[in-house]
Nanobody
Framework: QVQLVESGGGLVQAGGSLRLSCAAS????????MGWFRQGPGKEREFVAVINWTSGARYYVDSVKGRFTISRDNAKNSVFLQMNSLKPEDTAVYYCAATGRVGARTNKDEYDYWGQGTQVTVSS
């Protein structure tokens, strides 16, 4: 089992920045990738960004490219999401997720472990 705990959400004005953190514990040695997903009001949970735990390769949804950066600290079993130039449409609950499935990337059904979520609200 892997436990994930997010932090760093909050209320920010459009154009502002936030940094989300996710700390992993438990059987983290089996992790292939860690990702961030978000779920806005009345919307499906959608992929935001993913990072390969070994290679550091990153992939983003088009809507956040150039604004968000995913990074990791293997020593601390942590993943981060730096969010800049935030827009009201970025408002959502953001979830950290982990998977041991080789090749998993954007499909939320391929992630086995989830954090409790952290609210990000961007005001206009």
């Amino acid at each position: 089992q892997v436990q994930l705990v997010e932090s760093g959400g909050g209320l920010v004005q459009a154009g502002g920045s936030l940094r989300l953190s996710c700390a992993a514990s438990g059987r983290t040695f089996s992790t292939y990738a860690m990702g961030w997903f978000r779920q806005g009001p009345g919307k499906e949970r959608e992929f935001v960004a993913v990072i390969n735990w070994t290679s550091g390769a990153r992939y983003y949804v088009d809507s956040v490219k150039g604004r968000f950066t995913i990074s990791r600290d293997n020593a601390k079993n942590s993943v981060f999401l730096q969010m800049n130039s935030l827009k009201p449409e970025d408002t959502a609950v953001y979830y950290c997720a982990a998977t041991g499935r080789v090749g998993a990337r954007t499909n939320k059904d391929e992630y086995d472990y989830w954090g409790q979520g952290t609210q990000v609200t961007v005001s206009s």
